[in-house]
């Protein structure tokens, strides 16, 4: 079967109505998959992005963290169709969304309800499965200890990752005494468990047609929510009005200064497993700053 046809099976099964395909369109801007939008007969449209076959449980734990977000009815998701594959690759589908620029309302919009998802919560840290930030690999065992939980399955993960792609002896021995010294940044904070993004750059949020906000291609698991604020603030940054917003409806803790840059450091370290180059001398002036910091 080739994989057209099992992406048109899988829709029928999933919706219970069968699709029948009558064009498809290639979209831009995903830095992974091959994304497209589908086209069946009476205008049926659905999201598909696809890769190599080995990158079926990616996309499965991407539907399951898409429908977790969804679970917190806090902020509009796409909904997941179906996984699958056939003939060599792996596909996703889902919910098709056309995306607008917004309105005067949308930063603050988002920031609020952003602060909103935060709110939904668990047991413990991590996830119920592993899952990827982009391709990486991404441990979610659960703890309720949340310290343990970033050096070991965040910080410390993406750290062993860059010493097998030969990242230099400087940057290993400061990422590992950062490690050591990493409960000083938790001594008068206790982080709440929130569901997160994950991955909350600026190319994984956008409008709807009502200028609702949506979020998507996510990295879901259990941890502090300011992981997700200090990512948004990584390129560029999101607009005032969507911090602003965010504050408003759960303020957070002074500490977020200091600790912003050990979320980010997060995303360098797996910018450098994923694409190399010059992120590691980011990585380690980054490094070079919170060991600064350290008593
Ligand atoms: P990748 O996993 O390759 O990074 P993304 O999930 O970011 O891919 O999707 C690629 C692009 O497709 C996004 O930048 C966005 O413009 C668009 N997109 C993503 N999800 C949807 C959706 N449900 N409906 C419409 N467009 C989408």
Redesign the pocket.
């Known amino acids: 079967m080739s994989v057209t046809d099992a992406i048109c099976a899988g829709i029928s099964q999933a919706t219970q109505q069968e699709f029948v395909l009558e064009r498809q369109a290639p979209?831009?801007?995903?830095?992974?998959?091959?994304?497209m939008?589908v086209t069946g007969t009476c205008g049926r449209q659905f999201?598909v992005?696809r890769?190599a076959s080995d990158k079926l449980e990616m996309f499965s734990a991407?539907a399951e963290g898409l429908a977790d977000l969804a679970e917190a009815r806090a902020i509009r998701i796409?909904e997941a169709v179906c996984v699958g594959e056939a003939a060599g690759e792996s596909f996703i589908v889902?919910?098709?969304?056309?995306?607008a620029p917004g309105n005067a309302g949308s930063a603050s919009d988002f920031g609020r309800q952003l602060a909103q998802l935060h709110r939904y919560s668990a047991d413990k840290f991590g996830w119920h499965r592993d899952n990827t930030i982009?391709t990486t690999p991404q441990p979610n065992a659960q703890s309720r200890d949340w310290v343990a939980f970033l050096r070991e399955q965040r910080l410390g993960f993406q750290l062993e990752l860059a010493h097998g792609k030969g990242v230099g002896a400087g940057l290993l021995k400061k990422g590992r005494h950062l490690l050591a010294g990493l409960d000083f940044y938790f001594e008068t904070y206790t982080p709440a468990v929130s569901i997160l993004h994950g991955d909350l750059w600026s190319?994984?949020y956008?409008f709807d047609s009502d200028s609702a906000p949506?979020i998507?291609?996510p990295a879901v698991y259990f941890g502090d929510r300011e992981s997700d604020l200090a990512m948004t603030e990584l390129f560029g940054g999101f607009q005032p009005a969507f911090y602003a917003a965010y504050e408003r409806a759960w303020p957070l803790d002074p500490g977020y200064a200091r600790r912003k840059k050990l979320y980010q450091l997060y995303h360098i370290l797996n910018h450098f497993n994923l694409f190399g180059g010059g992120y590691a001398g980011q990585a380690e002036s980054m490094l070079d700053e919170l060991l600064a910091c350290l008593p």
């Open positions: 979209v831009g801007g995903g830095s992974i998959n091959t994304a939008v999201f992005k890769n991407e796409p889902m919910e098709y969304i056309p995306f982009g190319g994984n956008a949506i998507f291609d």
